[in-house]
């Protein structure tokens, strides 16, 4: 099974803060990742998908990007209503498999 | 577009559960749909997918004891859930499309004596 690596685990952040969330996959899965932003008790909401593309409805301080293995989502300035889990996943091979997650917390 | 779950609740060791997730607000028929689970304060993790022509796959996990289905007639999508165990407890999600566009608000389902 191919493994998404995901760091870090958690981020304590300020507002108006850049922050980088990255996956590393253990083998190739091209342009096939996607990024998911959770806020509690809520189901995931499709933020990025095939690595840089910015879902329908997603404020465009979100981005993704990919370098090499290295896939990274990018909240730049970011608000008070960003402040959630974030999950990346490959689905570029059976089983589709996720990150562990990186909680963002507020300092 | 809408995805609701149902179905979920307490349910023995051994026993068996049958998951829905009706679909409204597109064509439901022309597109594949994923089950993924999320056990207590975990992550993501998915289970098993549909296409629109009905062929299926799983994760190893869950491979023999689940089986996803659905009916187009009614737009709806099942996970019949069988010979379950304590680390099956979770939210269940239902996911439209292969790559997971939009997600139902999940059910969960506590595998407990």
């Known amino acids: 099974d191919i493994q998404m690596t995901q760091s870090p685990s958690s981020m304590s952040v300020s507002l108006g803060d850049t922050v980088t969330i990255t996956c590393r996959a253990s083998?190739?899965?091209?342009?096939?990742v996607n990024w998911f932003q959770q806020k509690p008790g809520k189901s995931p909401r499709h933020m990025i998908y095939?690595?840089?593309n910015l879902a329908d409805g997603v404020p465009s301080r979100f981005s993704g990007s990919r370098s090499g293995s290295d896939y990274s989502l990018t909240i730049s300035s970011l608000e008070s209503e960003d402040v959630a889990d974030y999950h990346c996943l490959q689905y570029d091979e059976y089983p589709f498999t996720f990150g562990s997650g990186t909680k963002l917390e507020i300092k | 577009v809408q995805l609701v779950e149902s179905g979920g609740g307490l349910v023995q060791p051994g026993k068996s559960l049958k998951l829905s997730c009706s679909a409204s607000?597109?064509?439901?028929?022309?597109?594949?749909m994923h089950w993924i689970r999320q056990a207590p304060g975990k992550g993501l993790d998915w289970v098993a997918y549909?296409?629109?022509?009905?062929?299926?796959v799983y994760a190893d996990a869950v491979k023999g004891r689940f089986t996803i289905s659905r009916d187009n007639a009614k737009n709806t999508l099942y996970l019949q859930l069988n010979s379950l165990k304590s680390e099956d407890t979770a939210i269940y999600y239902c996911a439209r499309r292969w790559y997971f566009d939009f997600w139902g608000p999940g059910t969960m389902v506590t595998v407990s004596s």
């Open positions: 607000g597109f064509t439901f028929s022309s597109y594949g």
């Open positions: 095939r690595a840089t």
């Open positions: 083998q190739d899965v091209g342009i096939y």
């Open positions: 549909i296409s629109s022509s009905s062929g299926t």
